[in-house]
């Protein structure tokens, strides 16, 4: 079987979230059962000295306003189809965003583009490469769908997979013209969105199948709750739409290798992690304290990821004698806020505004548990982390976060299948009784141990989240063979 990704990062090369790290796992995992996958993203500058030992397989010499390359590479494992539009791509910073923090001007062209691009790959634009099926990640390859639908030839099925269904890739109508898009498929049934031009829309509206990361997060989606305004079209198709849970990178993020702790350790000797405490307390300000957890963050400060609720519980967290590291930027406020914050509780609250890769995995494997208030959460990957690193998630019920880890309730604790803590409702109140638990439970040493041992068990690869993947391509090529 061919498969075509599209999106618009991909780990380790370009990687803002997690979207970037299910790019750069799944087709590995898919590559193990035998799939031929190709990934196309964007040749940022980040992946400027790749694209230059690559090789051009087709050359677009307009695409909207510029001259345009797809260069193959393999790098990593992974076979990749760079988008070389210097006039798009070349340019510093965020992906995403302009050096005021805005959306570039011109994202719909940028997008538009690989999309094009995507569609053009799928209709037969690589002499000796045809896919059978597309599978295109978020907003940014949504259009793909659109160009399939007006290429007036045969296309292959195509999977749509919602990331995060809170950014939608919304543009004014006005760009159809530009992006060469017919006006027959912008209807609130196509690709229209109340007047605008709806990139994820169009996904979600032209493909053959709709997954997301999280089976809770695929019920949840259907919900006027969760659905940010497309729940009616997600209700309209839930007979298509699904839920794979995402894995994780087992050999990116093993604390047995990681180059990037102060000691590597494993589930039979967790000796190791103290060094990893004592690392991060040096490089966060903190005072040791052996008797209370040292609680983590490691987020996008976003107001989707609960972290104001965090703020509220501080006063509750430093008055147990708890620590908490935090390493995220977003949001000003927040950033100021957490600021403040270290300030103010100097010694119990360490804060590093940034992304920091390397300082991501140290977090990992240096704290006793990680914080993950999310408001909504497709599926979450930290969590998952945590578990690997025996690093214990306390989490919010809902979406993937639900569906990855088992509360430490009375009846899990007796069954000994506990691996960390969820709280509901969604508010400081719940989070703080979820603080105080986790602080009880790590005062009671032989269960605490035995917990991080079962999360560290807890099987989280890719291998049968692919199989999956794999199960749905196969039954839509199934589908078109019988009709
Ligand atoms: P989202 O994609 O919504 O941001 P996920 O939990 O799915 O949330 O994935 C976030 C990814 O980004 C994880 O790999 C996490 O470790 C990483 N990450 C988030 N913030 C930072 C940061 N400030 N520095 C380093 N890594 C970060």
Redesign the pocket.
Known sequence: MKLLFVASECAPFI???????VIGAVPKALAALGVDVKVLIPAYPALADLAARGSELAHFPDLFGGDARLIAVTAEGLNLLLLEASHLFDRPGNIYLDAKGGDWADNHLRYGALSKVGAEVATGALTNWHPDVLNVHDWQAGLVSAYLRQAGKPVPPLVMTV??IAFQGLFDAKVLRALGLQKSLFTPSGMEYFGQLGFLKAGLAFSDRITTVSPTYARELVSSEFGMGLDGLMRARQADLSGIL?GIDLEAWNPETDAELAQTYSVRGLKGKAANRTALEARFGLKPNPDTPLFCV???LTS??GLDLLLECLPGLVGRGARLAL???GEAALERAYAEAASRYAGSVGVII????G??HLMQGGSDAIL?PSRF???????L?GLRYGTIPVVARTGGLADTVIDANPAAMAENCATGIQFTPITALALDQAIERTCALFAQPKLWQAMMRRAMRHPIGWDRSAAAYLALYQSLLDERGAS
């Not at 940034?354 to 890769?357: I, L, P, S, T, V």
């Not at 959460?377 to 969590?383: A, D, K, N, R």
């Open positions: 990687k803002t979230g997690g979207l970037a790290d990331h995060n995402n490691v987020s996008r989707q990821k390493l995220g930027s940034g992304y920091d890769e300082l991501s993950i959460e497709p599926c979450g990957l930290t969590q982390y």
